[in-house]
């Protein structure tokens, strides 16, 4: 599939310094299994000027650019399946802590750190890097950027937009923008940080941040509670917000069927209950020395099972239940790739839409696909994985074809109750067709004027985010 | 100065229902009386689709449009004085709160609602809106995300962008942008959000607003402590934050000069210190019910005299001691005014470098010109007000043809220190100039391509933020 002109465009390349390889196998692939690449070449830039470098070549002979983090992305973003085959660009290289600076909160990273290397950095200068996700070990701080990742923790401390001060990227001209600014506030100019971010390498490659970091907390409370359903759940998360305030860091709703399904594919794991709960809540409460997060949780248990928004329930006792506890949350999504989704929704809705939405989907997805729903997520968020899956003992085969219609019509009821068809996943390739549908038709003609105007000859990630042209 | 094609285009505009009227004074002029409008109209849609009905007049027939929200900024975005006369934008009849949904934390509001009705909204339904700044009973809700205006409040809550779930824009052509989404996760596509938030009105003009409510601190507590010098403050805000996380809502550095300045413009304030301190703090904890921020409070203080960081200080012992140290506080910006800056600036810093800015910059700007420095701001956030006068008796005329010079001088050596010349005013038209010499050319470039791209006739806000062609 490698064409002479492919390799005398990578031979120029490696001329320049920079690494470059025929693409392995792992850059073609992406978790969902859904997008395949094509044979290619990978550049491996050791610095941002190197991708500078890159991208300037790409740009004098338009070849397109494949940006590539850590290969986690749920939506597509990372593996190019149609046009012409780009060069992909991975920053794995680029993988140093720049600077830490514990007296202000803020950390400097390259954009190939990993998550987890993010959080132990901080870890070790005594503060805490607030994202945290399933997929933290492999995921890099620039693909998180790049999608606007959000994950466990975004109801204390926001998507990772949120707590990200600065970056420095590659513009499609292969221009440096040198925005690592460390300010809490800075007013000069379009914010061109918000627009990279969440922009999934269409406008240029994020090779750099500066990100927020925080104390630690030192005290934390974990509790599994049942809950009669959904608008119970959001009850108890006023409830915990207007008596714990910002202490409030994880409130995480899990349905029945994820009970049922990791009994199935983890007998192993403990589960929280004996009895199957049809809604449960597993939350956390975070406090700085002084407060008593454990005699907060107890309390605010006793208080919601007065006012019966709770029937049951556990505060962990000890740090191995509450790891077990989240164990058990963590190993819900392998569960679900266990079992095999025949549709899966990563949508966001207003609370105070969630739990009408929750008690009409049902019957709806039931009159085209009856399957068994698996919903689990961020209620703080009002984020859910809402999942559809085969009957005990089905094959996907059965459903497969009704998946498209599944999908269709729980983003038009997402839609139409003002929530999102993509809540921390982003658009990629997955749902580029779900964005041109839903999308505001003035937010898509900006978007792609803004594209043109940055990125003219169209080699940022190709096919991400808006069709190809 | 009207022609009659001024009066022609006025006309027609009335004649589609929209209220047009010769802009009176109020409309020409801005605080701090540099820039001065030019006789002109001004338009006063009544809804979202008035504003885009004037957007496309003006789109048809080449007229500039100045957006104008409260008329409180402080750097003459809202004022036009060069090129040609622009048909002034007002929205102050779009004063409704579209709605309020206590339950989820978010309130819908038209761009014209002024930031004190927006928090009497929100205290109405027991909620707190989370934006507050000295100018806020006339300060507009769309200006303010304009603007991306700070405050008070930004220590704890963020800048107004970081509140803000939504907005609605008619944009440069018209079209009206949906984007009032009332989500806290929403990856599909571009943020225009953004984008829009603190371009100043030169790309859209913002017409509504979701924005998150909090719960209100059912307690608060209040401290004036006095500091021997920055890198003390710095020390003690670490401190704070560590032992009382997030309910650290307000910690605003004040130096000597404030104090004398205050004695003698206004004699009759209640001085929180019989002896003016060289550096003092005030700051505040809000928390939720079950704490006791007094107590926390307290208890900081104590540690804090302990560890040698505070010598002297009050911790407000009713509701007038707390309502009579912000009075002090926000009576400042007005004394600031009757003695009349030589030079005055609105510069953050990453907060390792404020202290090395604060010692090093008074023998510097001696050197040019030996006033009085008066140093106030959100140290929290980085972001300080420093401020040159003439010494006491002397006229500022001694000393203003060199206010330019110390004005580089402050900013060059802000810049150097990887700090902004724009925290949180903007850059309007004052410091269009600052932005081209200090900004990155990288981002210049990119903020003229997306300029040009979305207001290719440059209709909107002409002269502010970027230079007119």
Redesign the interface.
Known sequence: MLTDADQAFADALALRGVTVKPAAPNYLEEPRDVYHGRPGFVALPSDTDQVSEVVKACAAAGVGIQPYGGGTGLVGGQVSSEGPVPLIVSLERMNRVRAI?P????IVLDAGVTVSEAQAAAEAAGRLFPVSYGSQDSARIGGGLA??S?GLN?LRY??V??VCLGIEAV?PDG?????L????????????R??L???EGT?GIITGAAMRLF?RPAQIATAFLVVRDPGAA?ALL?LF???????VSAFELISRTNFDMMAETHPEARQPFETFPEWAILTELG?????DPEE?MT?LFEDAFEAGLVSDGAVAQSGQQRADFWHFRETIPEANRRIGAIASHDI?????ELAGFIAEAPEAIAAIAPGRIACFG?LG???LHYNLFPQRGDTRDAYMARSHDVSDLVHEMVVAR??????????GRK?VGE?QR??????????R??K???DPKGIMNPGA??PLL
Chains 1, 2 share one sequence.
């Open positions: 600076y007296e202000e909160d803020t999608v606007n959000g975004v926001g998507m937009r949120d513009l221009s440096i923008l040198n925005g600014k460390r300010l809490r506030k800075d007013n000069t100019g379009y914010d061109l918000h627009l971010i969440g922009s406008l104390p959001i006023t917000r207007q008596r714990a305030g910002e202490a406090t700085g020395p002084g407060a907060m309390a966001s809705l207003p609370l105070s961020h968020d009002g984020n003002g929530g999102s068809f993509s809540a921390e996943h982003g658009v749902k964005l839903w999308g505001d038709p003035a937010k898509l003609a900006a978007m004027a803004i043109t105007a940055l985010v808006l």
